[in-house]
């Protein structure tokens, strides 16, 4: 009921999760069986029309629209590469634009619910396998330790606005909800150097080397840490479901449950890619955490959905987009 005419800001709605997120609520507007629903207005604003790293921007642009629901999706993001070099800037920028979107939007009297979207890379490194919501929010089991060093800052600054909404809503009654989706594949994902995560970064490695006929593709790391890989069309559904459905201030977990070792990962998508050569692994750089994946029980019992597309399924749909729009 809180989508009937109502205005709902997405954040960062023109990148990857974002345009994943605005096409689900676009289709759940569509499906509307009166007017209330097909009244809804989806706010989409660039980084000129709201600057969330600009107060005054925030402000006047809050002021303006007076948003009944917020989807927070915009963050500095990039792969383990640009977690280890701009530590600084990835946690001043993340925790600036949550800080200053919160603080406004709890100013707004029409506002019913805040979804602010966190990272996995918040769990502590020596957090027991699968991650349970109640490590991130109880310190038990080892969750009390730091994130993985190398997207320490990363993590901190996403997990600092989870507490940051939970004294807002006891001092100021702020209705929020947090969900923790794991490293997403799909359509409109990061293929730049300095951003992309393993899979877009592989698809673009392996596809350049077939079409140059190089011999051997070399991959950072040993390919023996493990990651849970979700097809970010089911995190939207599962964002949206959560924006409907959930009130609680317990974080949401949001993914599918399923381990891939990175050298199983490396495999799939040289299938997918058609590239025929060798890959080596380079055990100097560096592995990241050795093991990431989470437990989603949560997230299936008080949503009703579980995520359903496969890896393969994924980064078949990644790699056709990539060759689409953007391969040289």
Not at 2 to 17: P, Q, Y
Not at 194 to 217: Q, Y
Not at 284 to 299: A, E, I, L, N, Y
Request: charged residues 25%; glycine residues 10%.
């Amino acid at each position: 009921m809180m989508f009937d005419k109502a205005k709902v800001l997405v954040t960062g709605a023109n990148g990857f999760l974002g345009r994943h997120v605005v096409a689900k609520l676009e289709e759940y507007r569509a499906n509307g069986t009166d007017n209330s629903r097909r009244d809804m207005q989806i706010l989409t604003p660039s980084r000129q029309e709201l600057d969330l790293l600009d107060y005054s921007s925030v402000v006047e642009y809050m002021a303006y629209n007076e948003p009944d629901v917020i989807i927070h999706l915009a963050g500095s993001v990039g792969g383990i590469g640009l977690n280890k070099e701009q530590p600084a800037r990835l946690t001043y920028e993340n925790l600036q634009m949550g800080v200053n979107l919160i603080e406004v939007a709890r100013m707004n009297p029409k506002l019913q619910k805040f979804v602010c979207i966190g990272t996995t890379c918040s769990y502590a490194s020596e957090c027991p396998i699968p991650f349970k919501e109640e490590d991130f929010i109880g310190f038990n089991r080892g969750g009390d330790g730091m994130p993985e060093i190398t997207n320490a800052g990363y993590g901190l600054g996403k997990r600092m606005l989870y507490e940051l909404l939970r004294n807002y809503q006891v001092q100021h009654g702020m209705p929020f909800v947090y969900l923790i989706p794991v490293n997403m594949v799909g359509e409109y994902d990061h293929f730049e150097e300095t951003k992309s995560h393993v899979v877009p970064a592989l698809i673009k490695r392996f596809d350049e080397a077939m079409r140059n006929g190089d011999d051997e593709v070399a991959i950072w790391g040993t390919g023996k840490p493990t990651r849970e890989f979700l097809y970010a069309g089911d995190a939207a559904e599962a964002i949206l479901r959560a924006t409907i459905l959930y009130n609680g201030e317990k974080p949401m977990n949001i993914g599918n449950g399923v381990e891939v070792p990175i050298a199983e990962l490396a495999e799939k998508i040289k299938d997918v890619v058609g590239y025929t050569g060798d890959i080596v692994w380079d055990d100097t750089k560096p592995d990241g955490q050795m093991r990431r994946c989470m437990d989603v029980s949560f997230m299936q019992k008080t949503l009703g959905y579980q995520c359903s597309t496969t890896i393969d399924e994924a980064i078949e749909r990644t790699y056709k987009w990539y060759c689409k729009n953007l391969r040289g």
